[in-house]
């Protein structure tokens, strides 16, 4: 178990890993701090992709926390660092979350549109496409496209997830309520 750990910590893995199940589990506070010391670790190592992640990964917890500022930043950072398509297509879905939070819909479109392109359609995982999807229905439903965010969930569901992903799936079932009760708001 000890070899597992020294070699996880050696490789950036428990930066990533570790602070993604707080996350998962509502435990925020408890995984910004390790990330800070993730993204520091990485850097030394000269890990870009890892550090990247652990940004991304910082991204949603500062997000999580209300400090929406600092998660843009980490988001940014997690851009700038990243090297391969993935780490890139997390910070890009980051800033989408936050643009669309904030109402900057044509913002979180372009960024939505760009973590698509990013990861492109091989291997995808359900913490990508899941959240790619909320955005797109928050999207289409702040566009008054209420078909379009009806056909966006719908195509989440018909692709399935596996156990284990339902902390990705409930921000996209809480974007299509929020799209059918302004649909409803809007038309009675």
Not at 9 to 32: C, D, I, K, M
Not at 51 to 72: D, I, K, P, Y
């Amino acid at each position: 178990m000890y070899e597992v750990k020294e070699r996880a910590q050696r490789e950036g893995f428990v930066y990533v890993n570790l602070p993604a199940e707080l996350e998962a589990t509502g435990r925020s506070g408890e995984a910004v701090p390790i990330l800070g010391e993730g993204t520091a670790f990485a850097r030394k190592l000269g890990l870009l992709d890892t550090e990247a992640w652990v940004w991304a990964n910082l991204s949603e917890s500062l997000h999580s926390l209300g400090r929406w500022q600092e998660a843009g930043q980490a988001a940014r950072n997690a851009l700038r660092r990243g090297r391969s398509a993935k780490p890139q297509g997390s910070g890009a879905v980051r800033l989408a979350h936050l643009a669309l939070g904030r109402g900057e819909v044509a913002e979180a479109k372009r960024r939505l549109d760009t973590a698509r392109a990013t990861f492109g359609s091989h291997d995808p995982m359900p913490q990508q496409w899941l959240p790619m999807a909320a955005i797109a229905v928050g999207v289409a439903a702040a566009e008054d496209r209420v078909l379009d965010a009806r056909a966006e969930l719908d195509a989440a569901l018909d692709a399935g997830t596996s156990p284990g992903t339902q902390q990705y799936g409930w921000p996209l079932l809480l974007a299509a309520a929020t799209a059918e009760a302004g649909a409803r708001a809007t038309a009675g």
